[in-house]
T-cell receptor
Framework: EAQVTQNPRYLITVTGKKLTVTCSQN?????MSWYRQDPGLGLRQIYY???????DKGDVPEGYKVSRKEKRNFPLILESPSPNQTSLYFC????????????FGEGSRLTVL | AQSVTQLDSHVSVSEGTPVLLRCNYS??????LFWYVQHPNKGLQLLLK??????LVKGINGFEAEFKKSETSFHLTKPSAHMSDAAEYFC????????????FGPGTSLSVIP
């Protein structure tokens, strides 16, 4: 089954404790992206990647890192999480770079205390 | 530059009545347009897309949308609402062939009253 898998789905952590949210897609897509969704602010792009070893900042990259060492994986790293990073995070992939045809993961709800 | 406006933040309909969710876009270029649905605690799922073929686009679950260039609109409709349609709906615009950013609308929450 074609899918984008995120882990963990739910996480409660404390300020400053490094964490990684993994994202994997099995559709051989070139393009992958991370979004955060907050009430009243909609979806905002954090980082995206057009191919292996090619990543770029989205609208809200501060406090996040990403890497794209393999085509299928695009982990999101929070080196020192802060409470303002409490949010619902979505990973998405697309067969066509730059289009709006995206396949989303189920989301990862992160709470930073 | 591109932008998307969803004219209603919340729409409430009775089960069995028509659904209309409005979307207007602004684009300097020929756009691709999409509608996504997000059920509670779920990721976004593509409902339908317009990429320059027929202006009336049919999607999943009985939804359809019509691209009207003169009105810069891409409204989402369904003839008869079902309880399972209650969700958040997002209109999205992108350029057809470009690395430009994908723009999400703010979303419309659809409630279906039994």
């Amino acid at each position: 089954e074609a899918q984008v898998t995120q882990n963990p789905r739910y996480l409660i952590t404390v300020t400053g404790k490094k964490l990684t949210v993994t994202c994997s897609q099995n559709m051989n897509h070139e393009y992958m992206s991370w979004y955060r969704q907050d009430p009243g602010l909609g979806l905002r792009q954090i980082y995206y990647s057009m191919n292996v070893e090619v990543t770029d900042k989205g609208d809200v990259p501060e406090g996040y890192k990403v890497s794209r060492k393999e085509k299928r994986n695009f982990p999101l790293i929070l080196e020192s999480p802060s409470p303002n990073q409490t949010s619902l995070y979505f990973c998405a992939s697309s067969p066509l770079v730059g289009t709006g045809e995206l396949f989303f993961g189920e989301g990862s709800r992160l709470t930073v205390l | 530059a591109q932008s998307v406006t969803q004219l209603d933040s919340h729409v409430s309909v009775s089960e069995g009545t028509p659904v209309l969710l409005r979307c207007n876009y602004s684009s300097s270029y020929s756009p691709s347009l999409f509608w996504y649905v997000q059920h509670p605690n779920k990721g976004l799922q593509l409902l339908l897309k317009y990429t320059s073929a027929a202006t009336l686009v049919k999607g999943i679950n009985g939804f359809e949308a019509e691209f009207k260039k003169s009105e810069t609109s891409f409204h989402l409709t369904k003839p008869s609402a079902h309880m399972s349609d209650a969700a958040e709906y997002f209109c999205v615009v992108s350029r057809k062939t470009s690395y430009d950013k994908v723009i999400f609308g703010p979303g419309t929450s659809l409630s279906v009253i039994p």
